[in-house]
């Protein structure tokens, strides 16, 4: 699933021509290849029918990979774009009756009359999307959390950063899904044991690790339970960096 600032005819296309992988996604009508007969003005919305459905193929212009551009009237226009889905196949679900400021909500009311809620036919790509969206939201969600981006000048620092912190929270995930993983490590447990396990790997033999949590606050720490040939400062709390002490201090 993708999000509207990167659903458009060339990403899709690179997808489908690059990966072999099938997208579906919110789209703004605005980007280069998006049909001009799909981008209603907001005076003309008021003039189709409630849950009316307009759709055209389009052709990427760099890899010519074929998509479907759906234009849905729901409590507003929705532009759809999908590499994996037909414009005829439809899903039976209970809708809710939409607000009365919403921006379609003249032709809601003559499509719900006094029901609040009402099972209705929608396009089978609109029904993925609202089951299947939120994952990138979610993955950047848990990136957030344990930010490892630096203040940097050079372009290429924040993309590296950005992989580093994908590739970590990436291998949370599929530790989870695991059949043998018991499921009970949480988020910031696997964070601590993969930075560890990074600082120990380059300094000699790896250690066993236990996670031990402070009884006096809420954090976390990790503490060594044999010998090991990492450096002191190294497995202190003041950090990795070398600290310059006064002669009798």
């Known amino acids: ?12 296309g690179r997808l489908r021509h690059d990966l072999q992988m099938g997208a579906c996604g919110t789209a703004c009508p605005s980007s280069a290849g998006f049909p001009p007969e799909l ?10 029918k409630y849950h009316a459905l ?28 999908s590499t994996v889905h037909d414009f005829e196949s439809q899903q039976e679900r209970q809708r809710k009756h939409p607000g009365k400021k919403s921006t379609n909500a003249k032709k809601a009311r003559e499509a719900f009359g006094d029901l609040q809620e009402k099972q209705m036919m929608i396009p089978l ?9 939120g994952g990138v939201d979610i993955a950047d969600q848990l990136r957030s959390y344990y930010d490892t981006q630096l203040t940097s000048f050079r372009t290429w620092w924040p993309m590296l950063f950005w992989a580093f912190d994908s590739m970590v929270t990436n291998a949370y995930f599929i530790y989870q899904d695991m059949p043998q993983s018991s499921n009970t490590i949480t988020h ?12 120990l790997a380059g ?22 339970k ?10 202190c709390d003041r950090g990795h960096h070398p600290v310059h002490l006064e002669e009798g201090k």
Request: charged share 15%.
């Open 203 to 224: 300094s000699g033999p790896i250690c066993t690790l236990q996670i031990v949590q402070s009884t006096k606050a809420k954090s976390t720490q990790s503490n060594i």
């Open 39 to 48: 981008k209603i003005p907001k005076q003309d919305i008021g003039k189709y």
């Open 188 to 199: 910031t447990e696997c964070r601590l044991q993969c930075a560890w396990g990074l600082i």
């Open 54 to 81: 307009k759709a055209r193929t389009v052709k990427d212009s760099l890899f010519s990979q074929l998509a479907g551009a759906h234009l849905w009237f729901d409590n507003a226009p929705v532009t759809i774009l």
């Open 226 to 235: 044999q010998d090991t040939s990492l450096h002191l400062y190294r497995s």
């Open 125 to 133: 790509c609109i029904d993925d999307y609202n089951h299947n969206m």
């Open 1 to 12: 699933m993708i999000r509207t600032y990167g659903g458009s005819p060339s990403v899709t």
